[in-house]
């Protein structure tokens, strides 16, 4: 279940950065995975260049924050996340 969101041109704001990384230390403070949901209109650019460079440094800050918070964060997918689920039944 996705439980942390960055959906920048859908909900705009300035501090988006702030609050996806509030939703990821609520994530791991429960124990749980944060996995994030955006979806491709944010970094597409055939409609809006400007749109997509804006959303693709926001990504880039929000990596940036992620790793400088959780230096051992680990980056999978979502099969990934499965597998490593699935091997802890």
Not at 30 to 57: E, Y
């Amino acid at each position: 279940m996705r439980n942390v969101f960055f959906e920048p041109t859908l909900y705009p704001s300035d501090d988006l950065i702030k609050k996806t990384i509030w939703r990821i230390e609520e994530a791991f403070k429960l124990n749980k995975p944060a996995i994030i949901c955006s979806h491709r209109l944010n970094f597409v650019g055939n409609m809006c260049k400007d749109n997509r460079d804006r959303n693709l440094a926001l990504l880039s800050e929000l990596l940036k924050a992620i790793s400088e918070q959780w230096p051992d964060v680990e980056y999978m997918s979502t099969m990934e996340l499965g597998k490593v689920m699935a091997d802890e039944l």
